[in-house]
């Protein structure tokens, strides 16, 4: 027994047809976008007296503390691998490698009083001179 007429069943495929590329149209924007990537936040020190062990462990300290902030993933305080290479700078004293969720977590880093306050307790007194450098993970 046929329900339609051979009219009504090529509307019925062509309808078939549109639902079917709307479906999958839509399915992809459905996918989830891509998280945004995590930000490297380097900072290298060169501190005010470099034999200091003590400055050196405060520094180090008040880098870790940082890993309260909101949207800090993790701080890291790595040691420096030697190069064999004259043209690498390895002056530094420490490095700082502080990963953020994404950029704008490290813009709300930035102004966090907490992160005002470690600079202003740490840097000014232990610090002669640092370089920050900021950087995409993909």
Do not use: K
Not at 27 to 40: D, G, I, K
Not at 56 to 83: D, F, K, Y
């Amino acid at each position: 027994m046929n329900f339609f007429p051979r009219s009504g069943r090529r509307e019925l495929g062509g309808i078939a047809i549109v639902s079917l590329s709307a479906f999958f149209l839509c399915n992809s924007c459905l996918t989830p976008p891509s998280p945004a990537p995590e930000v490297r936040h380097v900072v290298l020190i060169w501190q005010s007296h470099p034999g200091r062990s003590a400055d050196r462990a405060a520094l180090i300290r008040a880098a870790h503390s940082l890993q309260r902030i909101p949207g800090v993933v993790q701080v890291e305080t790595p040691r420096s691998v030697p190069s064999l290479r004259p043209d690498v700078r390895q002056d530094y004293d420490l490095a700082v490698v502080i990963t953020f969720r994404d950029r704008a977590a490290l813009l709300r880093y930035e102004n966090d009083p907490r992160h005002f306050e470690t600079m202003r307790r740490y840097l000014g007194p232990l610090v002669r001179h640092y370089e920050i450098y900021n950087l995409t993970v993909r």
